[in-house]
């Protein structure tokens, strides 16, 4: 009988806790991180394609498509896996690498607009809107994954709630950051003036 009555009391002292929800925001983080990880992989995907299209103007800086293959290898070579969510140094290294991707791209974007017969290319065209919309979408999965992680890191920051999560190991999780937030914060300059 004493047996019973401390299990039901145990189970009636976890239910304030917040394990369940531990269990439940971690699932979801891993989720929305998992769809942040496929759209980063569709990018990588419409890259040497991209590239190949581009290689067909004769004329194209050849360093620009370096910069974008040199990129995407580095980008795609970072093993990622859930434990990379409880490790920030990890995590930061895998976001830097997207982040060089994606600048070596707009870089790409902005030289090809100088090639009037790469603009007049159906399939380069093409590329470009998905690119465009892959884009958006890892916008969206990004977003997705800040807005789980936020309620996550509440919940191990709340009291009472953050004793679970030191008894059960839930740190906070790392979300998405911006590089240099410094350089972000200006106002770009616009220059209509031709030279």
Avoid: H
Avoid at 65 to 92: D, G, H
Avoid at 129 to 150: D, F, M, P, S, W
């Amino acid at each position: 009988m004493k047996r019973w009555l401390f299990m039901i009391m145990v189970a009636l002292s976890l239910t304030g806790c917040g394990y369940n929800d531990f269990q439940t925001l971690d699932e979801s983080s891993k989720s929305a991180w998992s769809e942040v990880l496929n759209q980063y992989q569709r990018r990588a995907d419409l890259v040497p394609n991209i590239v190949a299209s581009v290689k067909g103007e004769a004329n194209f800086e050849q360093d620009t498509l370096t910069k974008v293959v040199e990129a995407r290898a580095k980008a795609t070579s970072i093993q990622v896996t859930p434990e990379t969510l409880n490790n920030p140094e990890a995590f930061n290294k895998f976001q830097q690498a997207q982040g060089e991707l994606s600048g070596a791209l707009s870089r790409l974007m902005v030289v090809a607009e100088k090639y009037p017969q790469l603009q007049a290319n159906q399939a380069f065209r093409d590329l470009r809107v998905t690119l465009e919309g892959t884009e958006n979408r890892i916008t969206v999965a990004r977003n997705n994954y800040i807005k789980t992680v936020q309620q996550y890191n509440v919940l191990a920051r709340s009291f009472p709630t953050n004793i679970t999560a030191k008894i059960f190991g839930y740190p906070p999780k790392p979300s998405f950051s911006v590089e240099n937030e410094a350089e972000i914060s200006k106002p770009p300059k616009v220059d209509f003036e031709k030279k």
